[in-house]
């Protein structure tokens, strides 16, 4: 199948003639904890869309093996693909899906465009998608110090730094072994060590911080104007109206990843952001973010075990080995033993309540 699409281009898609699009099936190559992946996810099922999903593990290096190369000249996930068509980019693929699946049965995320809904919806849309998550995750990994409550283990900082070596190897390795993907792979590791590069500049880092609190200032006042409209129904309302739309899928894919990182308590904690705040407590609430997200506790496990089955069903890569599986090991038991600690204080905090309370 991956060879018989080489002639796509990155974030190209080609569309059939006289076809039925919404009857092929959707297939969607993602990895669970990408965070362009999220919001993809998150979109299909806020549509209550059907689609067939495979995971392609980035800790074992499969978004660079040459058949998903094919598939995406960059090397990067999310792919969807629906009959002949092949979109390679998170937004681009939200945009197909809006444009494609228009019948009455199928929730509308993005409103029409003329209505005094749309302005409104695009612009923090693209607001929020303009800021670097991966800058922001790489960065408060690779600089601890940064992040407070970060649920990345402390081992992570110096495994991604080996990694990042690893990484340049691997993709050198596979241009020579597979030429037509050559220029591909050279492409990726430019783009590799020129974005790793800013991701450990510690000024870099403090001005895309300074950025993302101008961003989350324009959120929580918009926030606030809602609060102040008073909804005929009496339903809360959210980001840009009573409707969940696409700028909603934006920003709660987004302050979940900046509470799994550790920038919760600096970007709405200890009443920062109040509506900001309240805002992440809905999200965490809705059935469809719960379905494809879940608790940010869960996260670091959801991304751990899958990796750990598929070492053992098949062989890693050498450029990881021994030490990939020891860091498996080690994250599944990081991860039991922080859940157990919150838990057990938080089952001693309720005891000394009770007793308080008595």
């Known amino acids: 199948m991956a060879e018989e699409k080489q002639d796509q281009t990155e974030g190209g898609m080609v569309l059939p003639e006289g076809d039925s699009k919404t009857d092929a099936k959707l297939i ?31 800790p074992l290096s499969e978004h660079n093996e040459p058949w998903f ?71 408060c990994i690779l600089h601890p110090e940064l992040a407070v409550d970060s649920m990345i283990p402390a081992y992570a900082t110096t495994r991604i730094r080996s990694q990042i070596g690893n990484t340049e190897s691997e993709l050198k390795k596979l241009a020579e072994e597979n030429p037509d993907l050559q220029d591909a792979y050279i492409a990726k590791q430019k783009r590799l060590k020129t974005k790793l590069m800013d991701h450990d500049n510690i000024k870099y880092l403090k001005k895309i911080l300074d950025e993302l609190e101008k961003v989350l200032d324009q959120v929580e006042t918009e926030l606030q104007r809602r609060n102040e409209e008073t909804p005929e129904n009496g339903h809360q309302p959210w980001l840009c109206g009573e409707f969940f739309s696409l700028a909603d899928v934006s920003l709660a894919v987004t302050l979940h990843r900046l509470k799994f990182i550790g920038l919760a308590r600096r970007s709405w904690g200890n009443g920062k952001r109040p509506n900001l705040e309240i805002y992440y407590e809905r999200v965490l609430k809705r059935k469809t973010f719960h379905k494809v997200l879940g608790h940010v506790n869960n996260i670091l496990i959801s991304a751990v075990l899958p990796t750990a089955f598929r070492v053992a069903k098949k062989r890693a890569p050498r450029i990881f080995g021994t030490s990939l599986l020891v860091g498996v090991i080690a994250g599944i038991g990081y991860f039991a033993f922080v859940c157990l600690q919150k838990r057990f204080a938080n089952m001693l905090l309720s005891i000394r309540a009770r007793h308080s309370h008595l």
């Not at 919001?39 to 869309?49: G, T």
């Not at 990067?76 to 693929?93: F, K, M, S, W, Y």
Request: aromatic share 8%; with cysteine; net charge negative.
């Open 28 to 58: 969607l190559y993602h990895w669970t904890q990408s965070f362009s992946s999220q919001k993809v996810r998150l979109a299909i099922a806020e549509k209550e869309l059907k689609c067939e999903e495979h995971d392609v593990s980035l």
């Open 69 to 139: 190369m094919r598939l995406n000249a960059a090397g990067e996930v999310p792919v969807l693909i629906h009959g002949e068509n092949i979109i390679c980019d998170a937004t681009q693929i939200i945009d197909y899906l809006e444009e494609t699946f228009v019948n009455e049965k199928t929730p509308r995320l993005m409103p029409e465009e003329g209505s005094m809904y749309y302005p409104r919806v695009q612009h923090y849309r693209e607001l929020l998608d303009s800021l670097p998550m991966d800058a922001y995750t790489h960065g």
